[in-house]
């Protein structure tokens, strides 16, 4: 190797240095599951021998009921050492995997092409390629993995142009150590197999009947209001024709009115149940039977479930900050109720104060659609605007006219923008749609936070290949735009179908697919829910499909799909902060 060749190569391996180094504490923000089950293990080994489970140097680290292999484990006990259990000893490994890529592909190249120019070039490549020194940042055995294989290849093709046997033991020796880096099915033996895919069936199961649970409870709750509900307007009947009756037997009657019209409010109001567990059923997996046995955690208070989504969609946010935006947005809000802003126009100067009120409006309706564990990173606000309160002074914040898809049944082509700085907004978004419409004689806003806006050339093209990204995925056989936890306007494939399934064949039944529509093609849930009550003597089928709608949305008769719903509710105890004070 000349001089030049080497420095080059030097430089190259400075540039992956430093692209693995570079914030290595803050990017990524922290580790997850898998990453803290390698280095408490590596920890663990180092100082008991054992793992967590007290298994003495195993062959398989159990964690997280998945049984990881052990090279990349036992590899990360030196680091251990050296620097103790941290989130940089746990992926020091990798990140020095990641750095070695680049002689391993300059010699493999060399190899291949026995050219210095194209191995110069692919080591520059490889220092520079986001696929090798973001997950490098990581600790994952496919990194490590990945490097043994082309390891492997490298002493392959020395062996196959020099015959020499240390090569053909080489090439054997990494083969054999990747056998414990790459996790395949049939690594796993096979009653090991069949209880873990036992354990997930019961799991499923359990979901399924607490679901089930939860749709005979409201069945049950709605037939004990309809009996009270016939008695009481028994009694009445009989309290109209007791002129001739003791006044005794009069306030009796009463009493009896009295009560029935409590517990049948008492029952209305009662929260719904969540659906009583499954009993376990015998597993063939000790690990399965003590899973079901666990009890379950108590809910999460409110501070704790925001905590939670500006962990997993905000990292760029700290809690003091959203509970700042969120205070913002409650007094937006309770000055549009008290018509405080009502009359008042902006001046050219004031983008700033209304860029400030805008933003803490998105962030209360977050907050609160958090409240109702529908938080989103991908989602739609619809919201009851009768006076078109919160559309008039959206409108006057700056906005831009801008054209959009959603919901061409019910908007006209009155749709508006209004464009942010980055990391203002919840998930990371820089742009806010919005625009009114009408449905079933009932004004509503359409609000959607979005990623990029039209008004600016780059927002436009980078809006443009998302949405062809959105509906590549949406009519693609192997793709879908339906993500758990996001809240679009659209029904689910899986409910629509269901709905087509169920009706297709009823008197209307074909009309009313149409117009309910699919995904985002059609005027939504309240088309499906309408015809299901209105069908005389429906079947079990029906009647739990119609249960399941009404146990798994609100607002029904005006619900277009998953998206998040706010009706007077929003305007009330807005006096009151959201997140409470707490000291610290």
């Known amino acids: 190797m000349s001089k030049k060749t080497a420095v080059i190569l030097c430089l190259s391996i400075i540039i992956s240095v430093f692209l693995h180094f570079y914030k290595i504490n803050e990017i990524p923000p922290c580790i997850n599951a898998d990453e803290a089950a390698f280095g408490y293990n590596a920890y663990s080994i180092l100082k008991t021998g054992k793992d967590e489970y007290g298994a003495f140097m195993p062959l398989r680290f159990r964690s997280f009921e998945d049984y990881k292999l052990p090279i990349y484990t036992y590899l990360s006990v030196p680091f251990m050492a050296l620097f103790g259990l941290n989130d940089f000893s746990t992926r020091a490994l990798n990140i020095l995997i990641g ?35 973001i997950l490098s940042r990581h600790a994952h055995e496919g990194v490590i993995g990945t490097f043994f294989i082309l390891l492997t290849l490298l002493f392959l093709l020395k062996y196959l142009k020099s015959g020499k046997m240390k090569f053909f033991i080489y090439v054997n020796l990494f083969l054999l150590l990747n056998a414990f880096f790459i996790v395949s099915e049939n690594d796993l033996k096979l009653n090991d197999s069949q209880n873990i895919k036992q354990f997930f069936q019961n799991l499923k199961n359990q979901e399924q009947q607490s679901k089930n649970n939860k749709i005979e409870e409201t069945q049950e709750k709605q037939n004990q209001i309809s009996d009270l509900q016939s008695k009481l307007q028994g009694l009445q009947g009989v309290l109209e024709e007791s002129s001739e009756k003791s006044l005794s037997e009069t306030a009796r009657l009463k009493t009896d009115i009295k009560l029935l019209q409590e517990e049948i409010v008492r029952l209305k109001e009662a929260p719904a149940d969540q659906g009583r567990p499954a009993a376990p059923t015998d597993l063939s997996s000790s690990l399965s039977a003590s899973f079901c046995l666990l009890e379950p955690p108590p809910p999460p208070t409110f501070p704790e479930q925001l905590a939670s989504y500006l962990g997993n969609c905000c990292p760029y946010m700290s809690f003091e900050q959203a509970a700042g935006w969120v205070e913002e947005g409650r007094g937006t809000l309770l000055a549009l ?20 009120k805008v933003t803490g409006l998105i962030w209360f309706l977050m907050a609160k659609a958090i409240s109702k564990n529908q938080g989103f990173e991908e989602g739609t606000f619809i919201i009851e605007d009768p006076q078109k309160t919160i559309y008039e002074f959206l409108n006057k914040a700056f906005a831009y006219h801008r054209r959009s898809s959603h919901l061409p049944h019910q908007s006209d082509s009155n749709h508006q923008g209004l464009d942010f700085s980055p990391k203002q907004l919840p998930a990371s978004k820089t742009h806010v749609l919005f625009f009114p419409f009408s449905l079933n004689d009932q004004q509503f806003i359409f609000i959607k936070p979005e990623n990029h806006g039209l008004q600016k050339i780059d927002d436009a093209i980078w809006h443009a290949w998302e949405l062809i990204l959105a509906q590549s995925r949406k009519f693609s056989p192997w793709g879908s735009d339906e993500q ?101």
């Open 484 to 584: 758990h936890g996001w809240r679009k306007e659209r029904i689910p494939a899986s409910e629509a179908d269901q709905f087509n399934a169920l009706v297709q064949n009823l008197p209307g039944g074909k009309e009313a697919v149409l117009k309910a529509g699919k995904s985002s093609r059609g005027e939504g849930i309240h088309v499906m829910w309408k015809f299901l009550s209105s069908i005389e003597n429906p079947s079990e089928e029906l009647q739990k499909f119609k249960a399941q709608l009404e146990t798994d949305y609100d607002h029904l008769n005006t619900r277009i799909g998953c998206e998040v719903r706010f009706a007077s509710e929003l305007w009330q105890g807005l006096e009151n902060p959201l997140i409470p004070l707490m000291d610290g």
């Open 337 to 356: 109720r008290e018509n405080l802003l009502n009359g008042y126009e902006p001046q050219n100067n004031e983008q700033n104060y209304y860029t400030k």
């Open 99 to 133: 750095i070695a890529f680049v002689p391993l592909m300059y010699f493999l190249a060399k190899e291949l092409f026995n050219k210095n120019k194209i191995s110069l070039l692919v080591a520059f490549l490889t220092s520079v390629s986001p696929g090798i020194f």
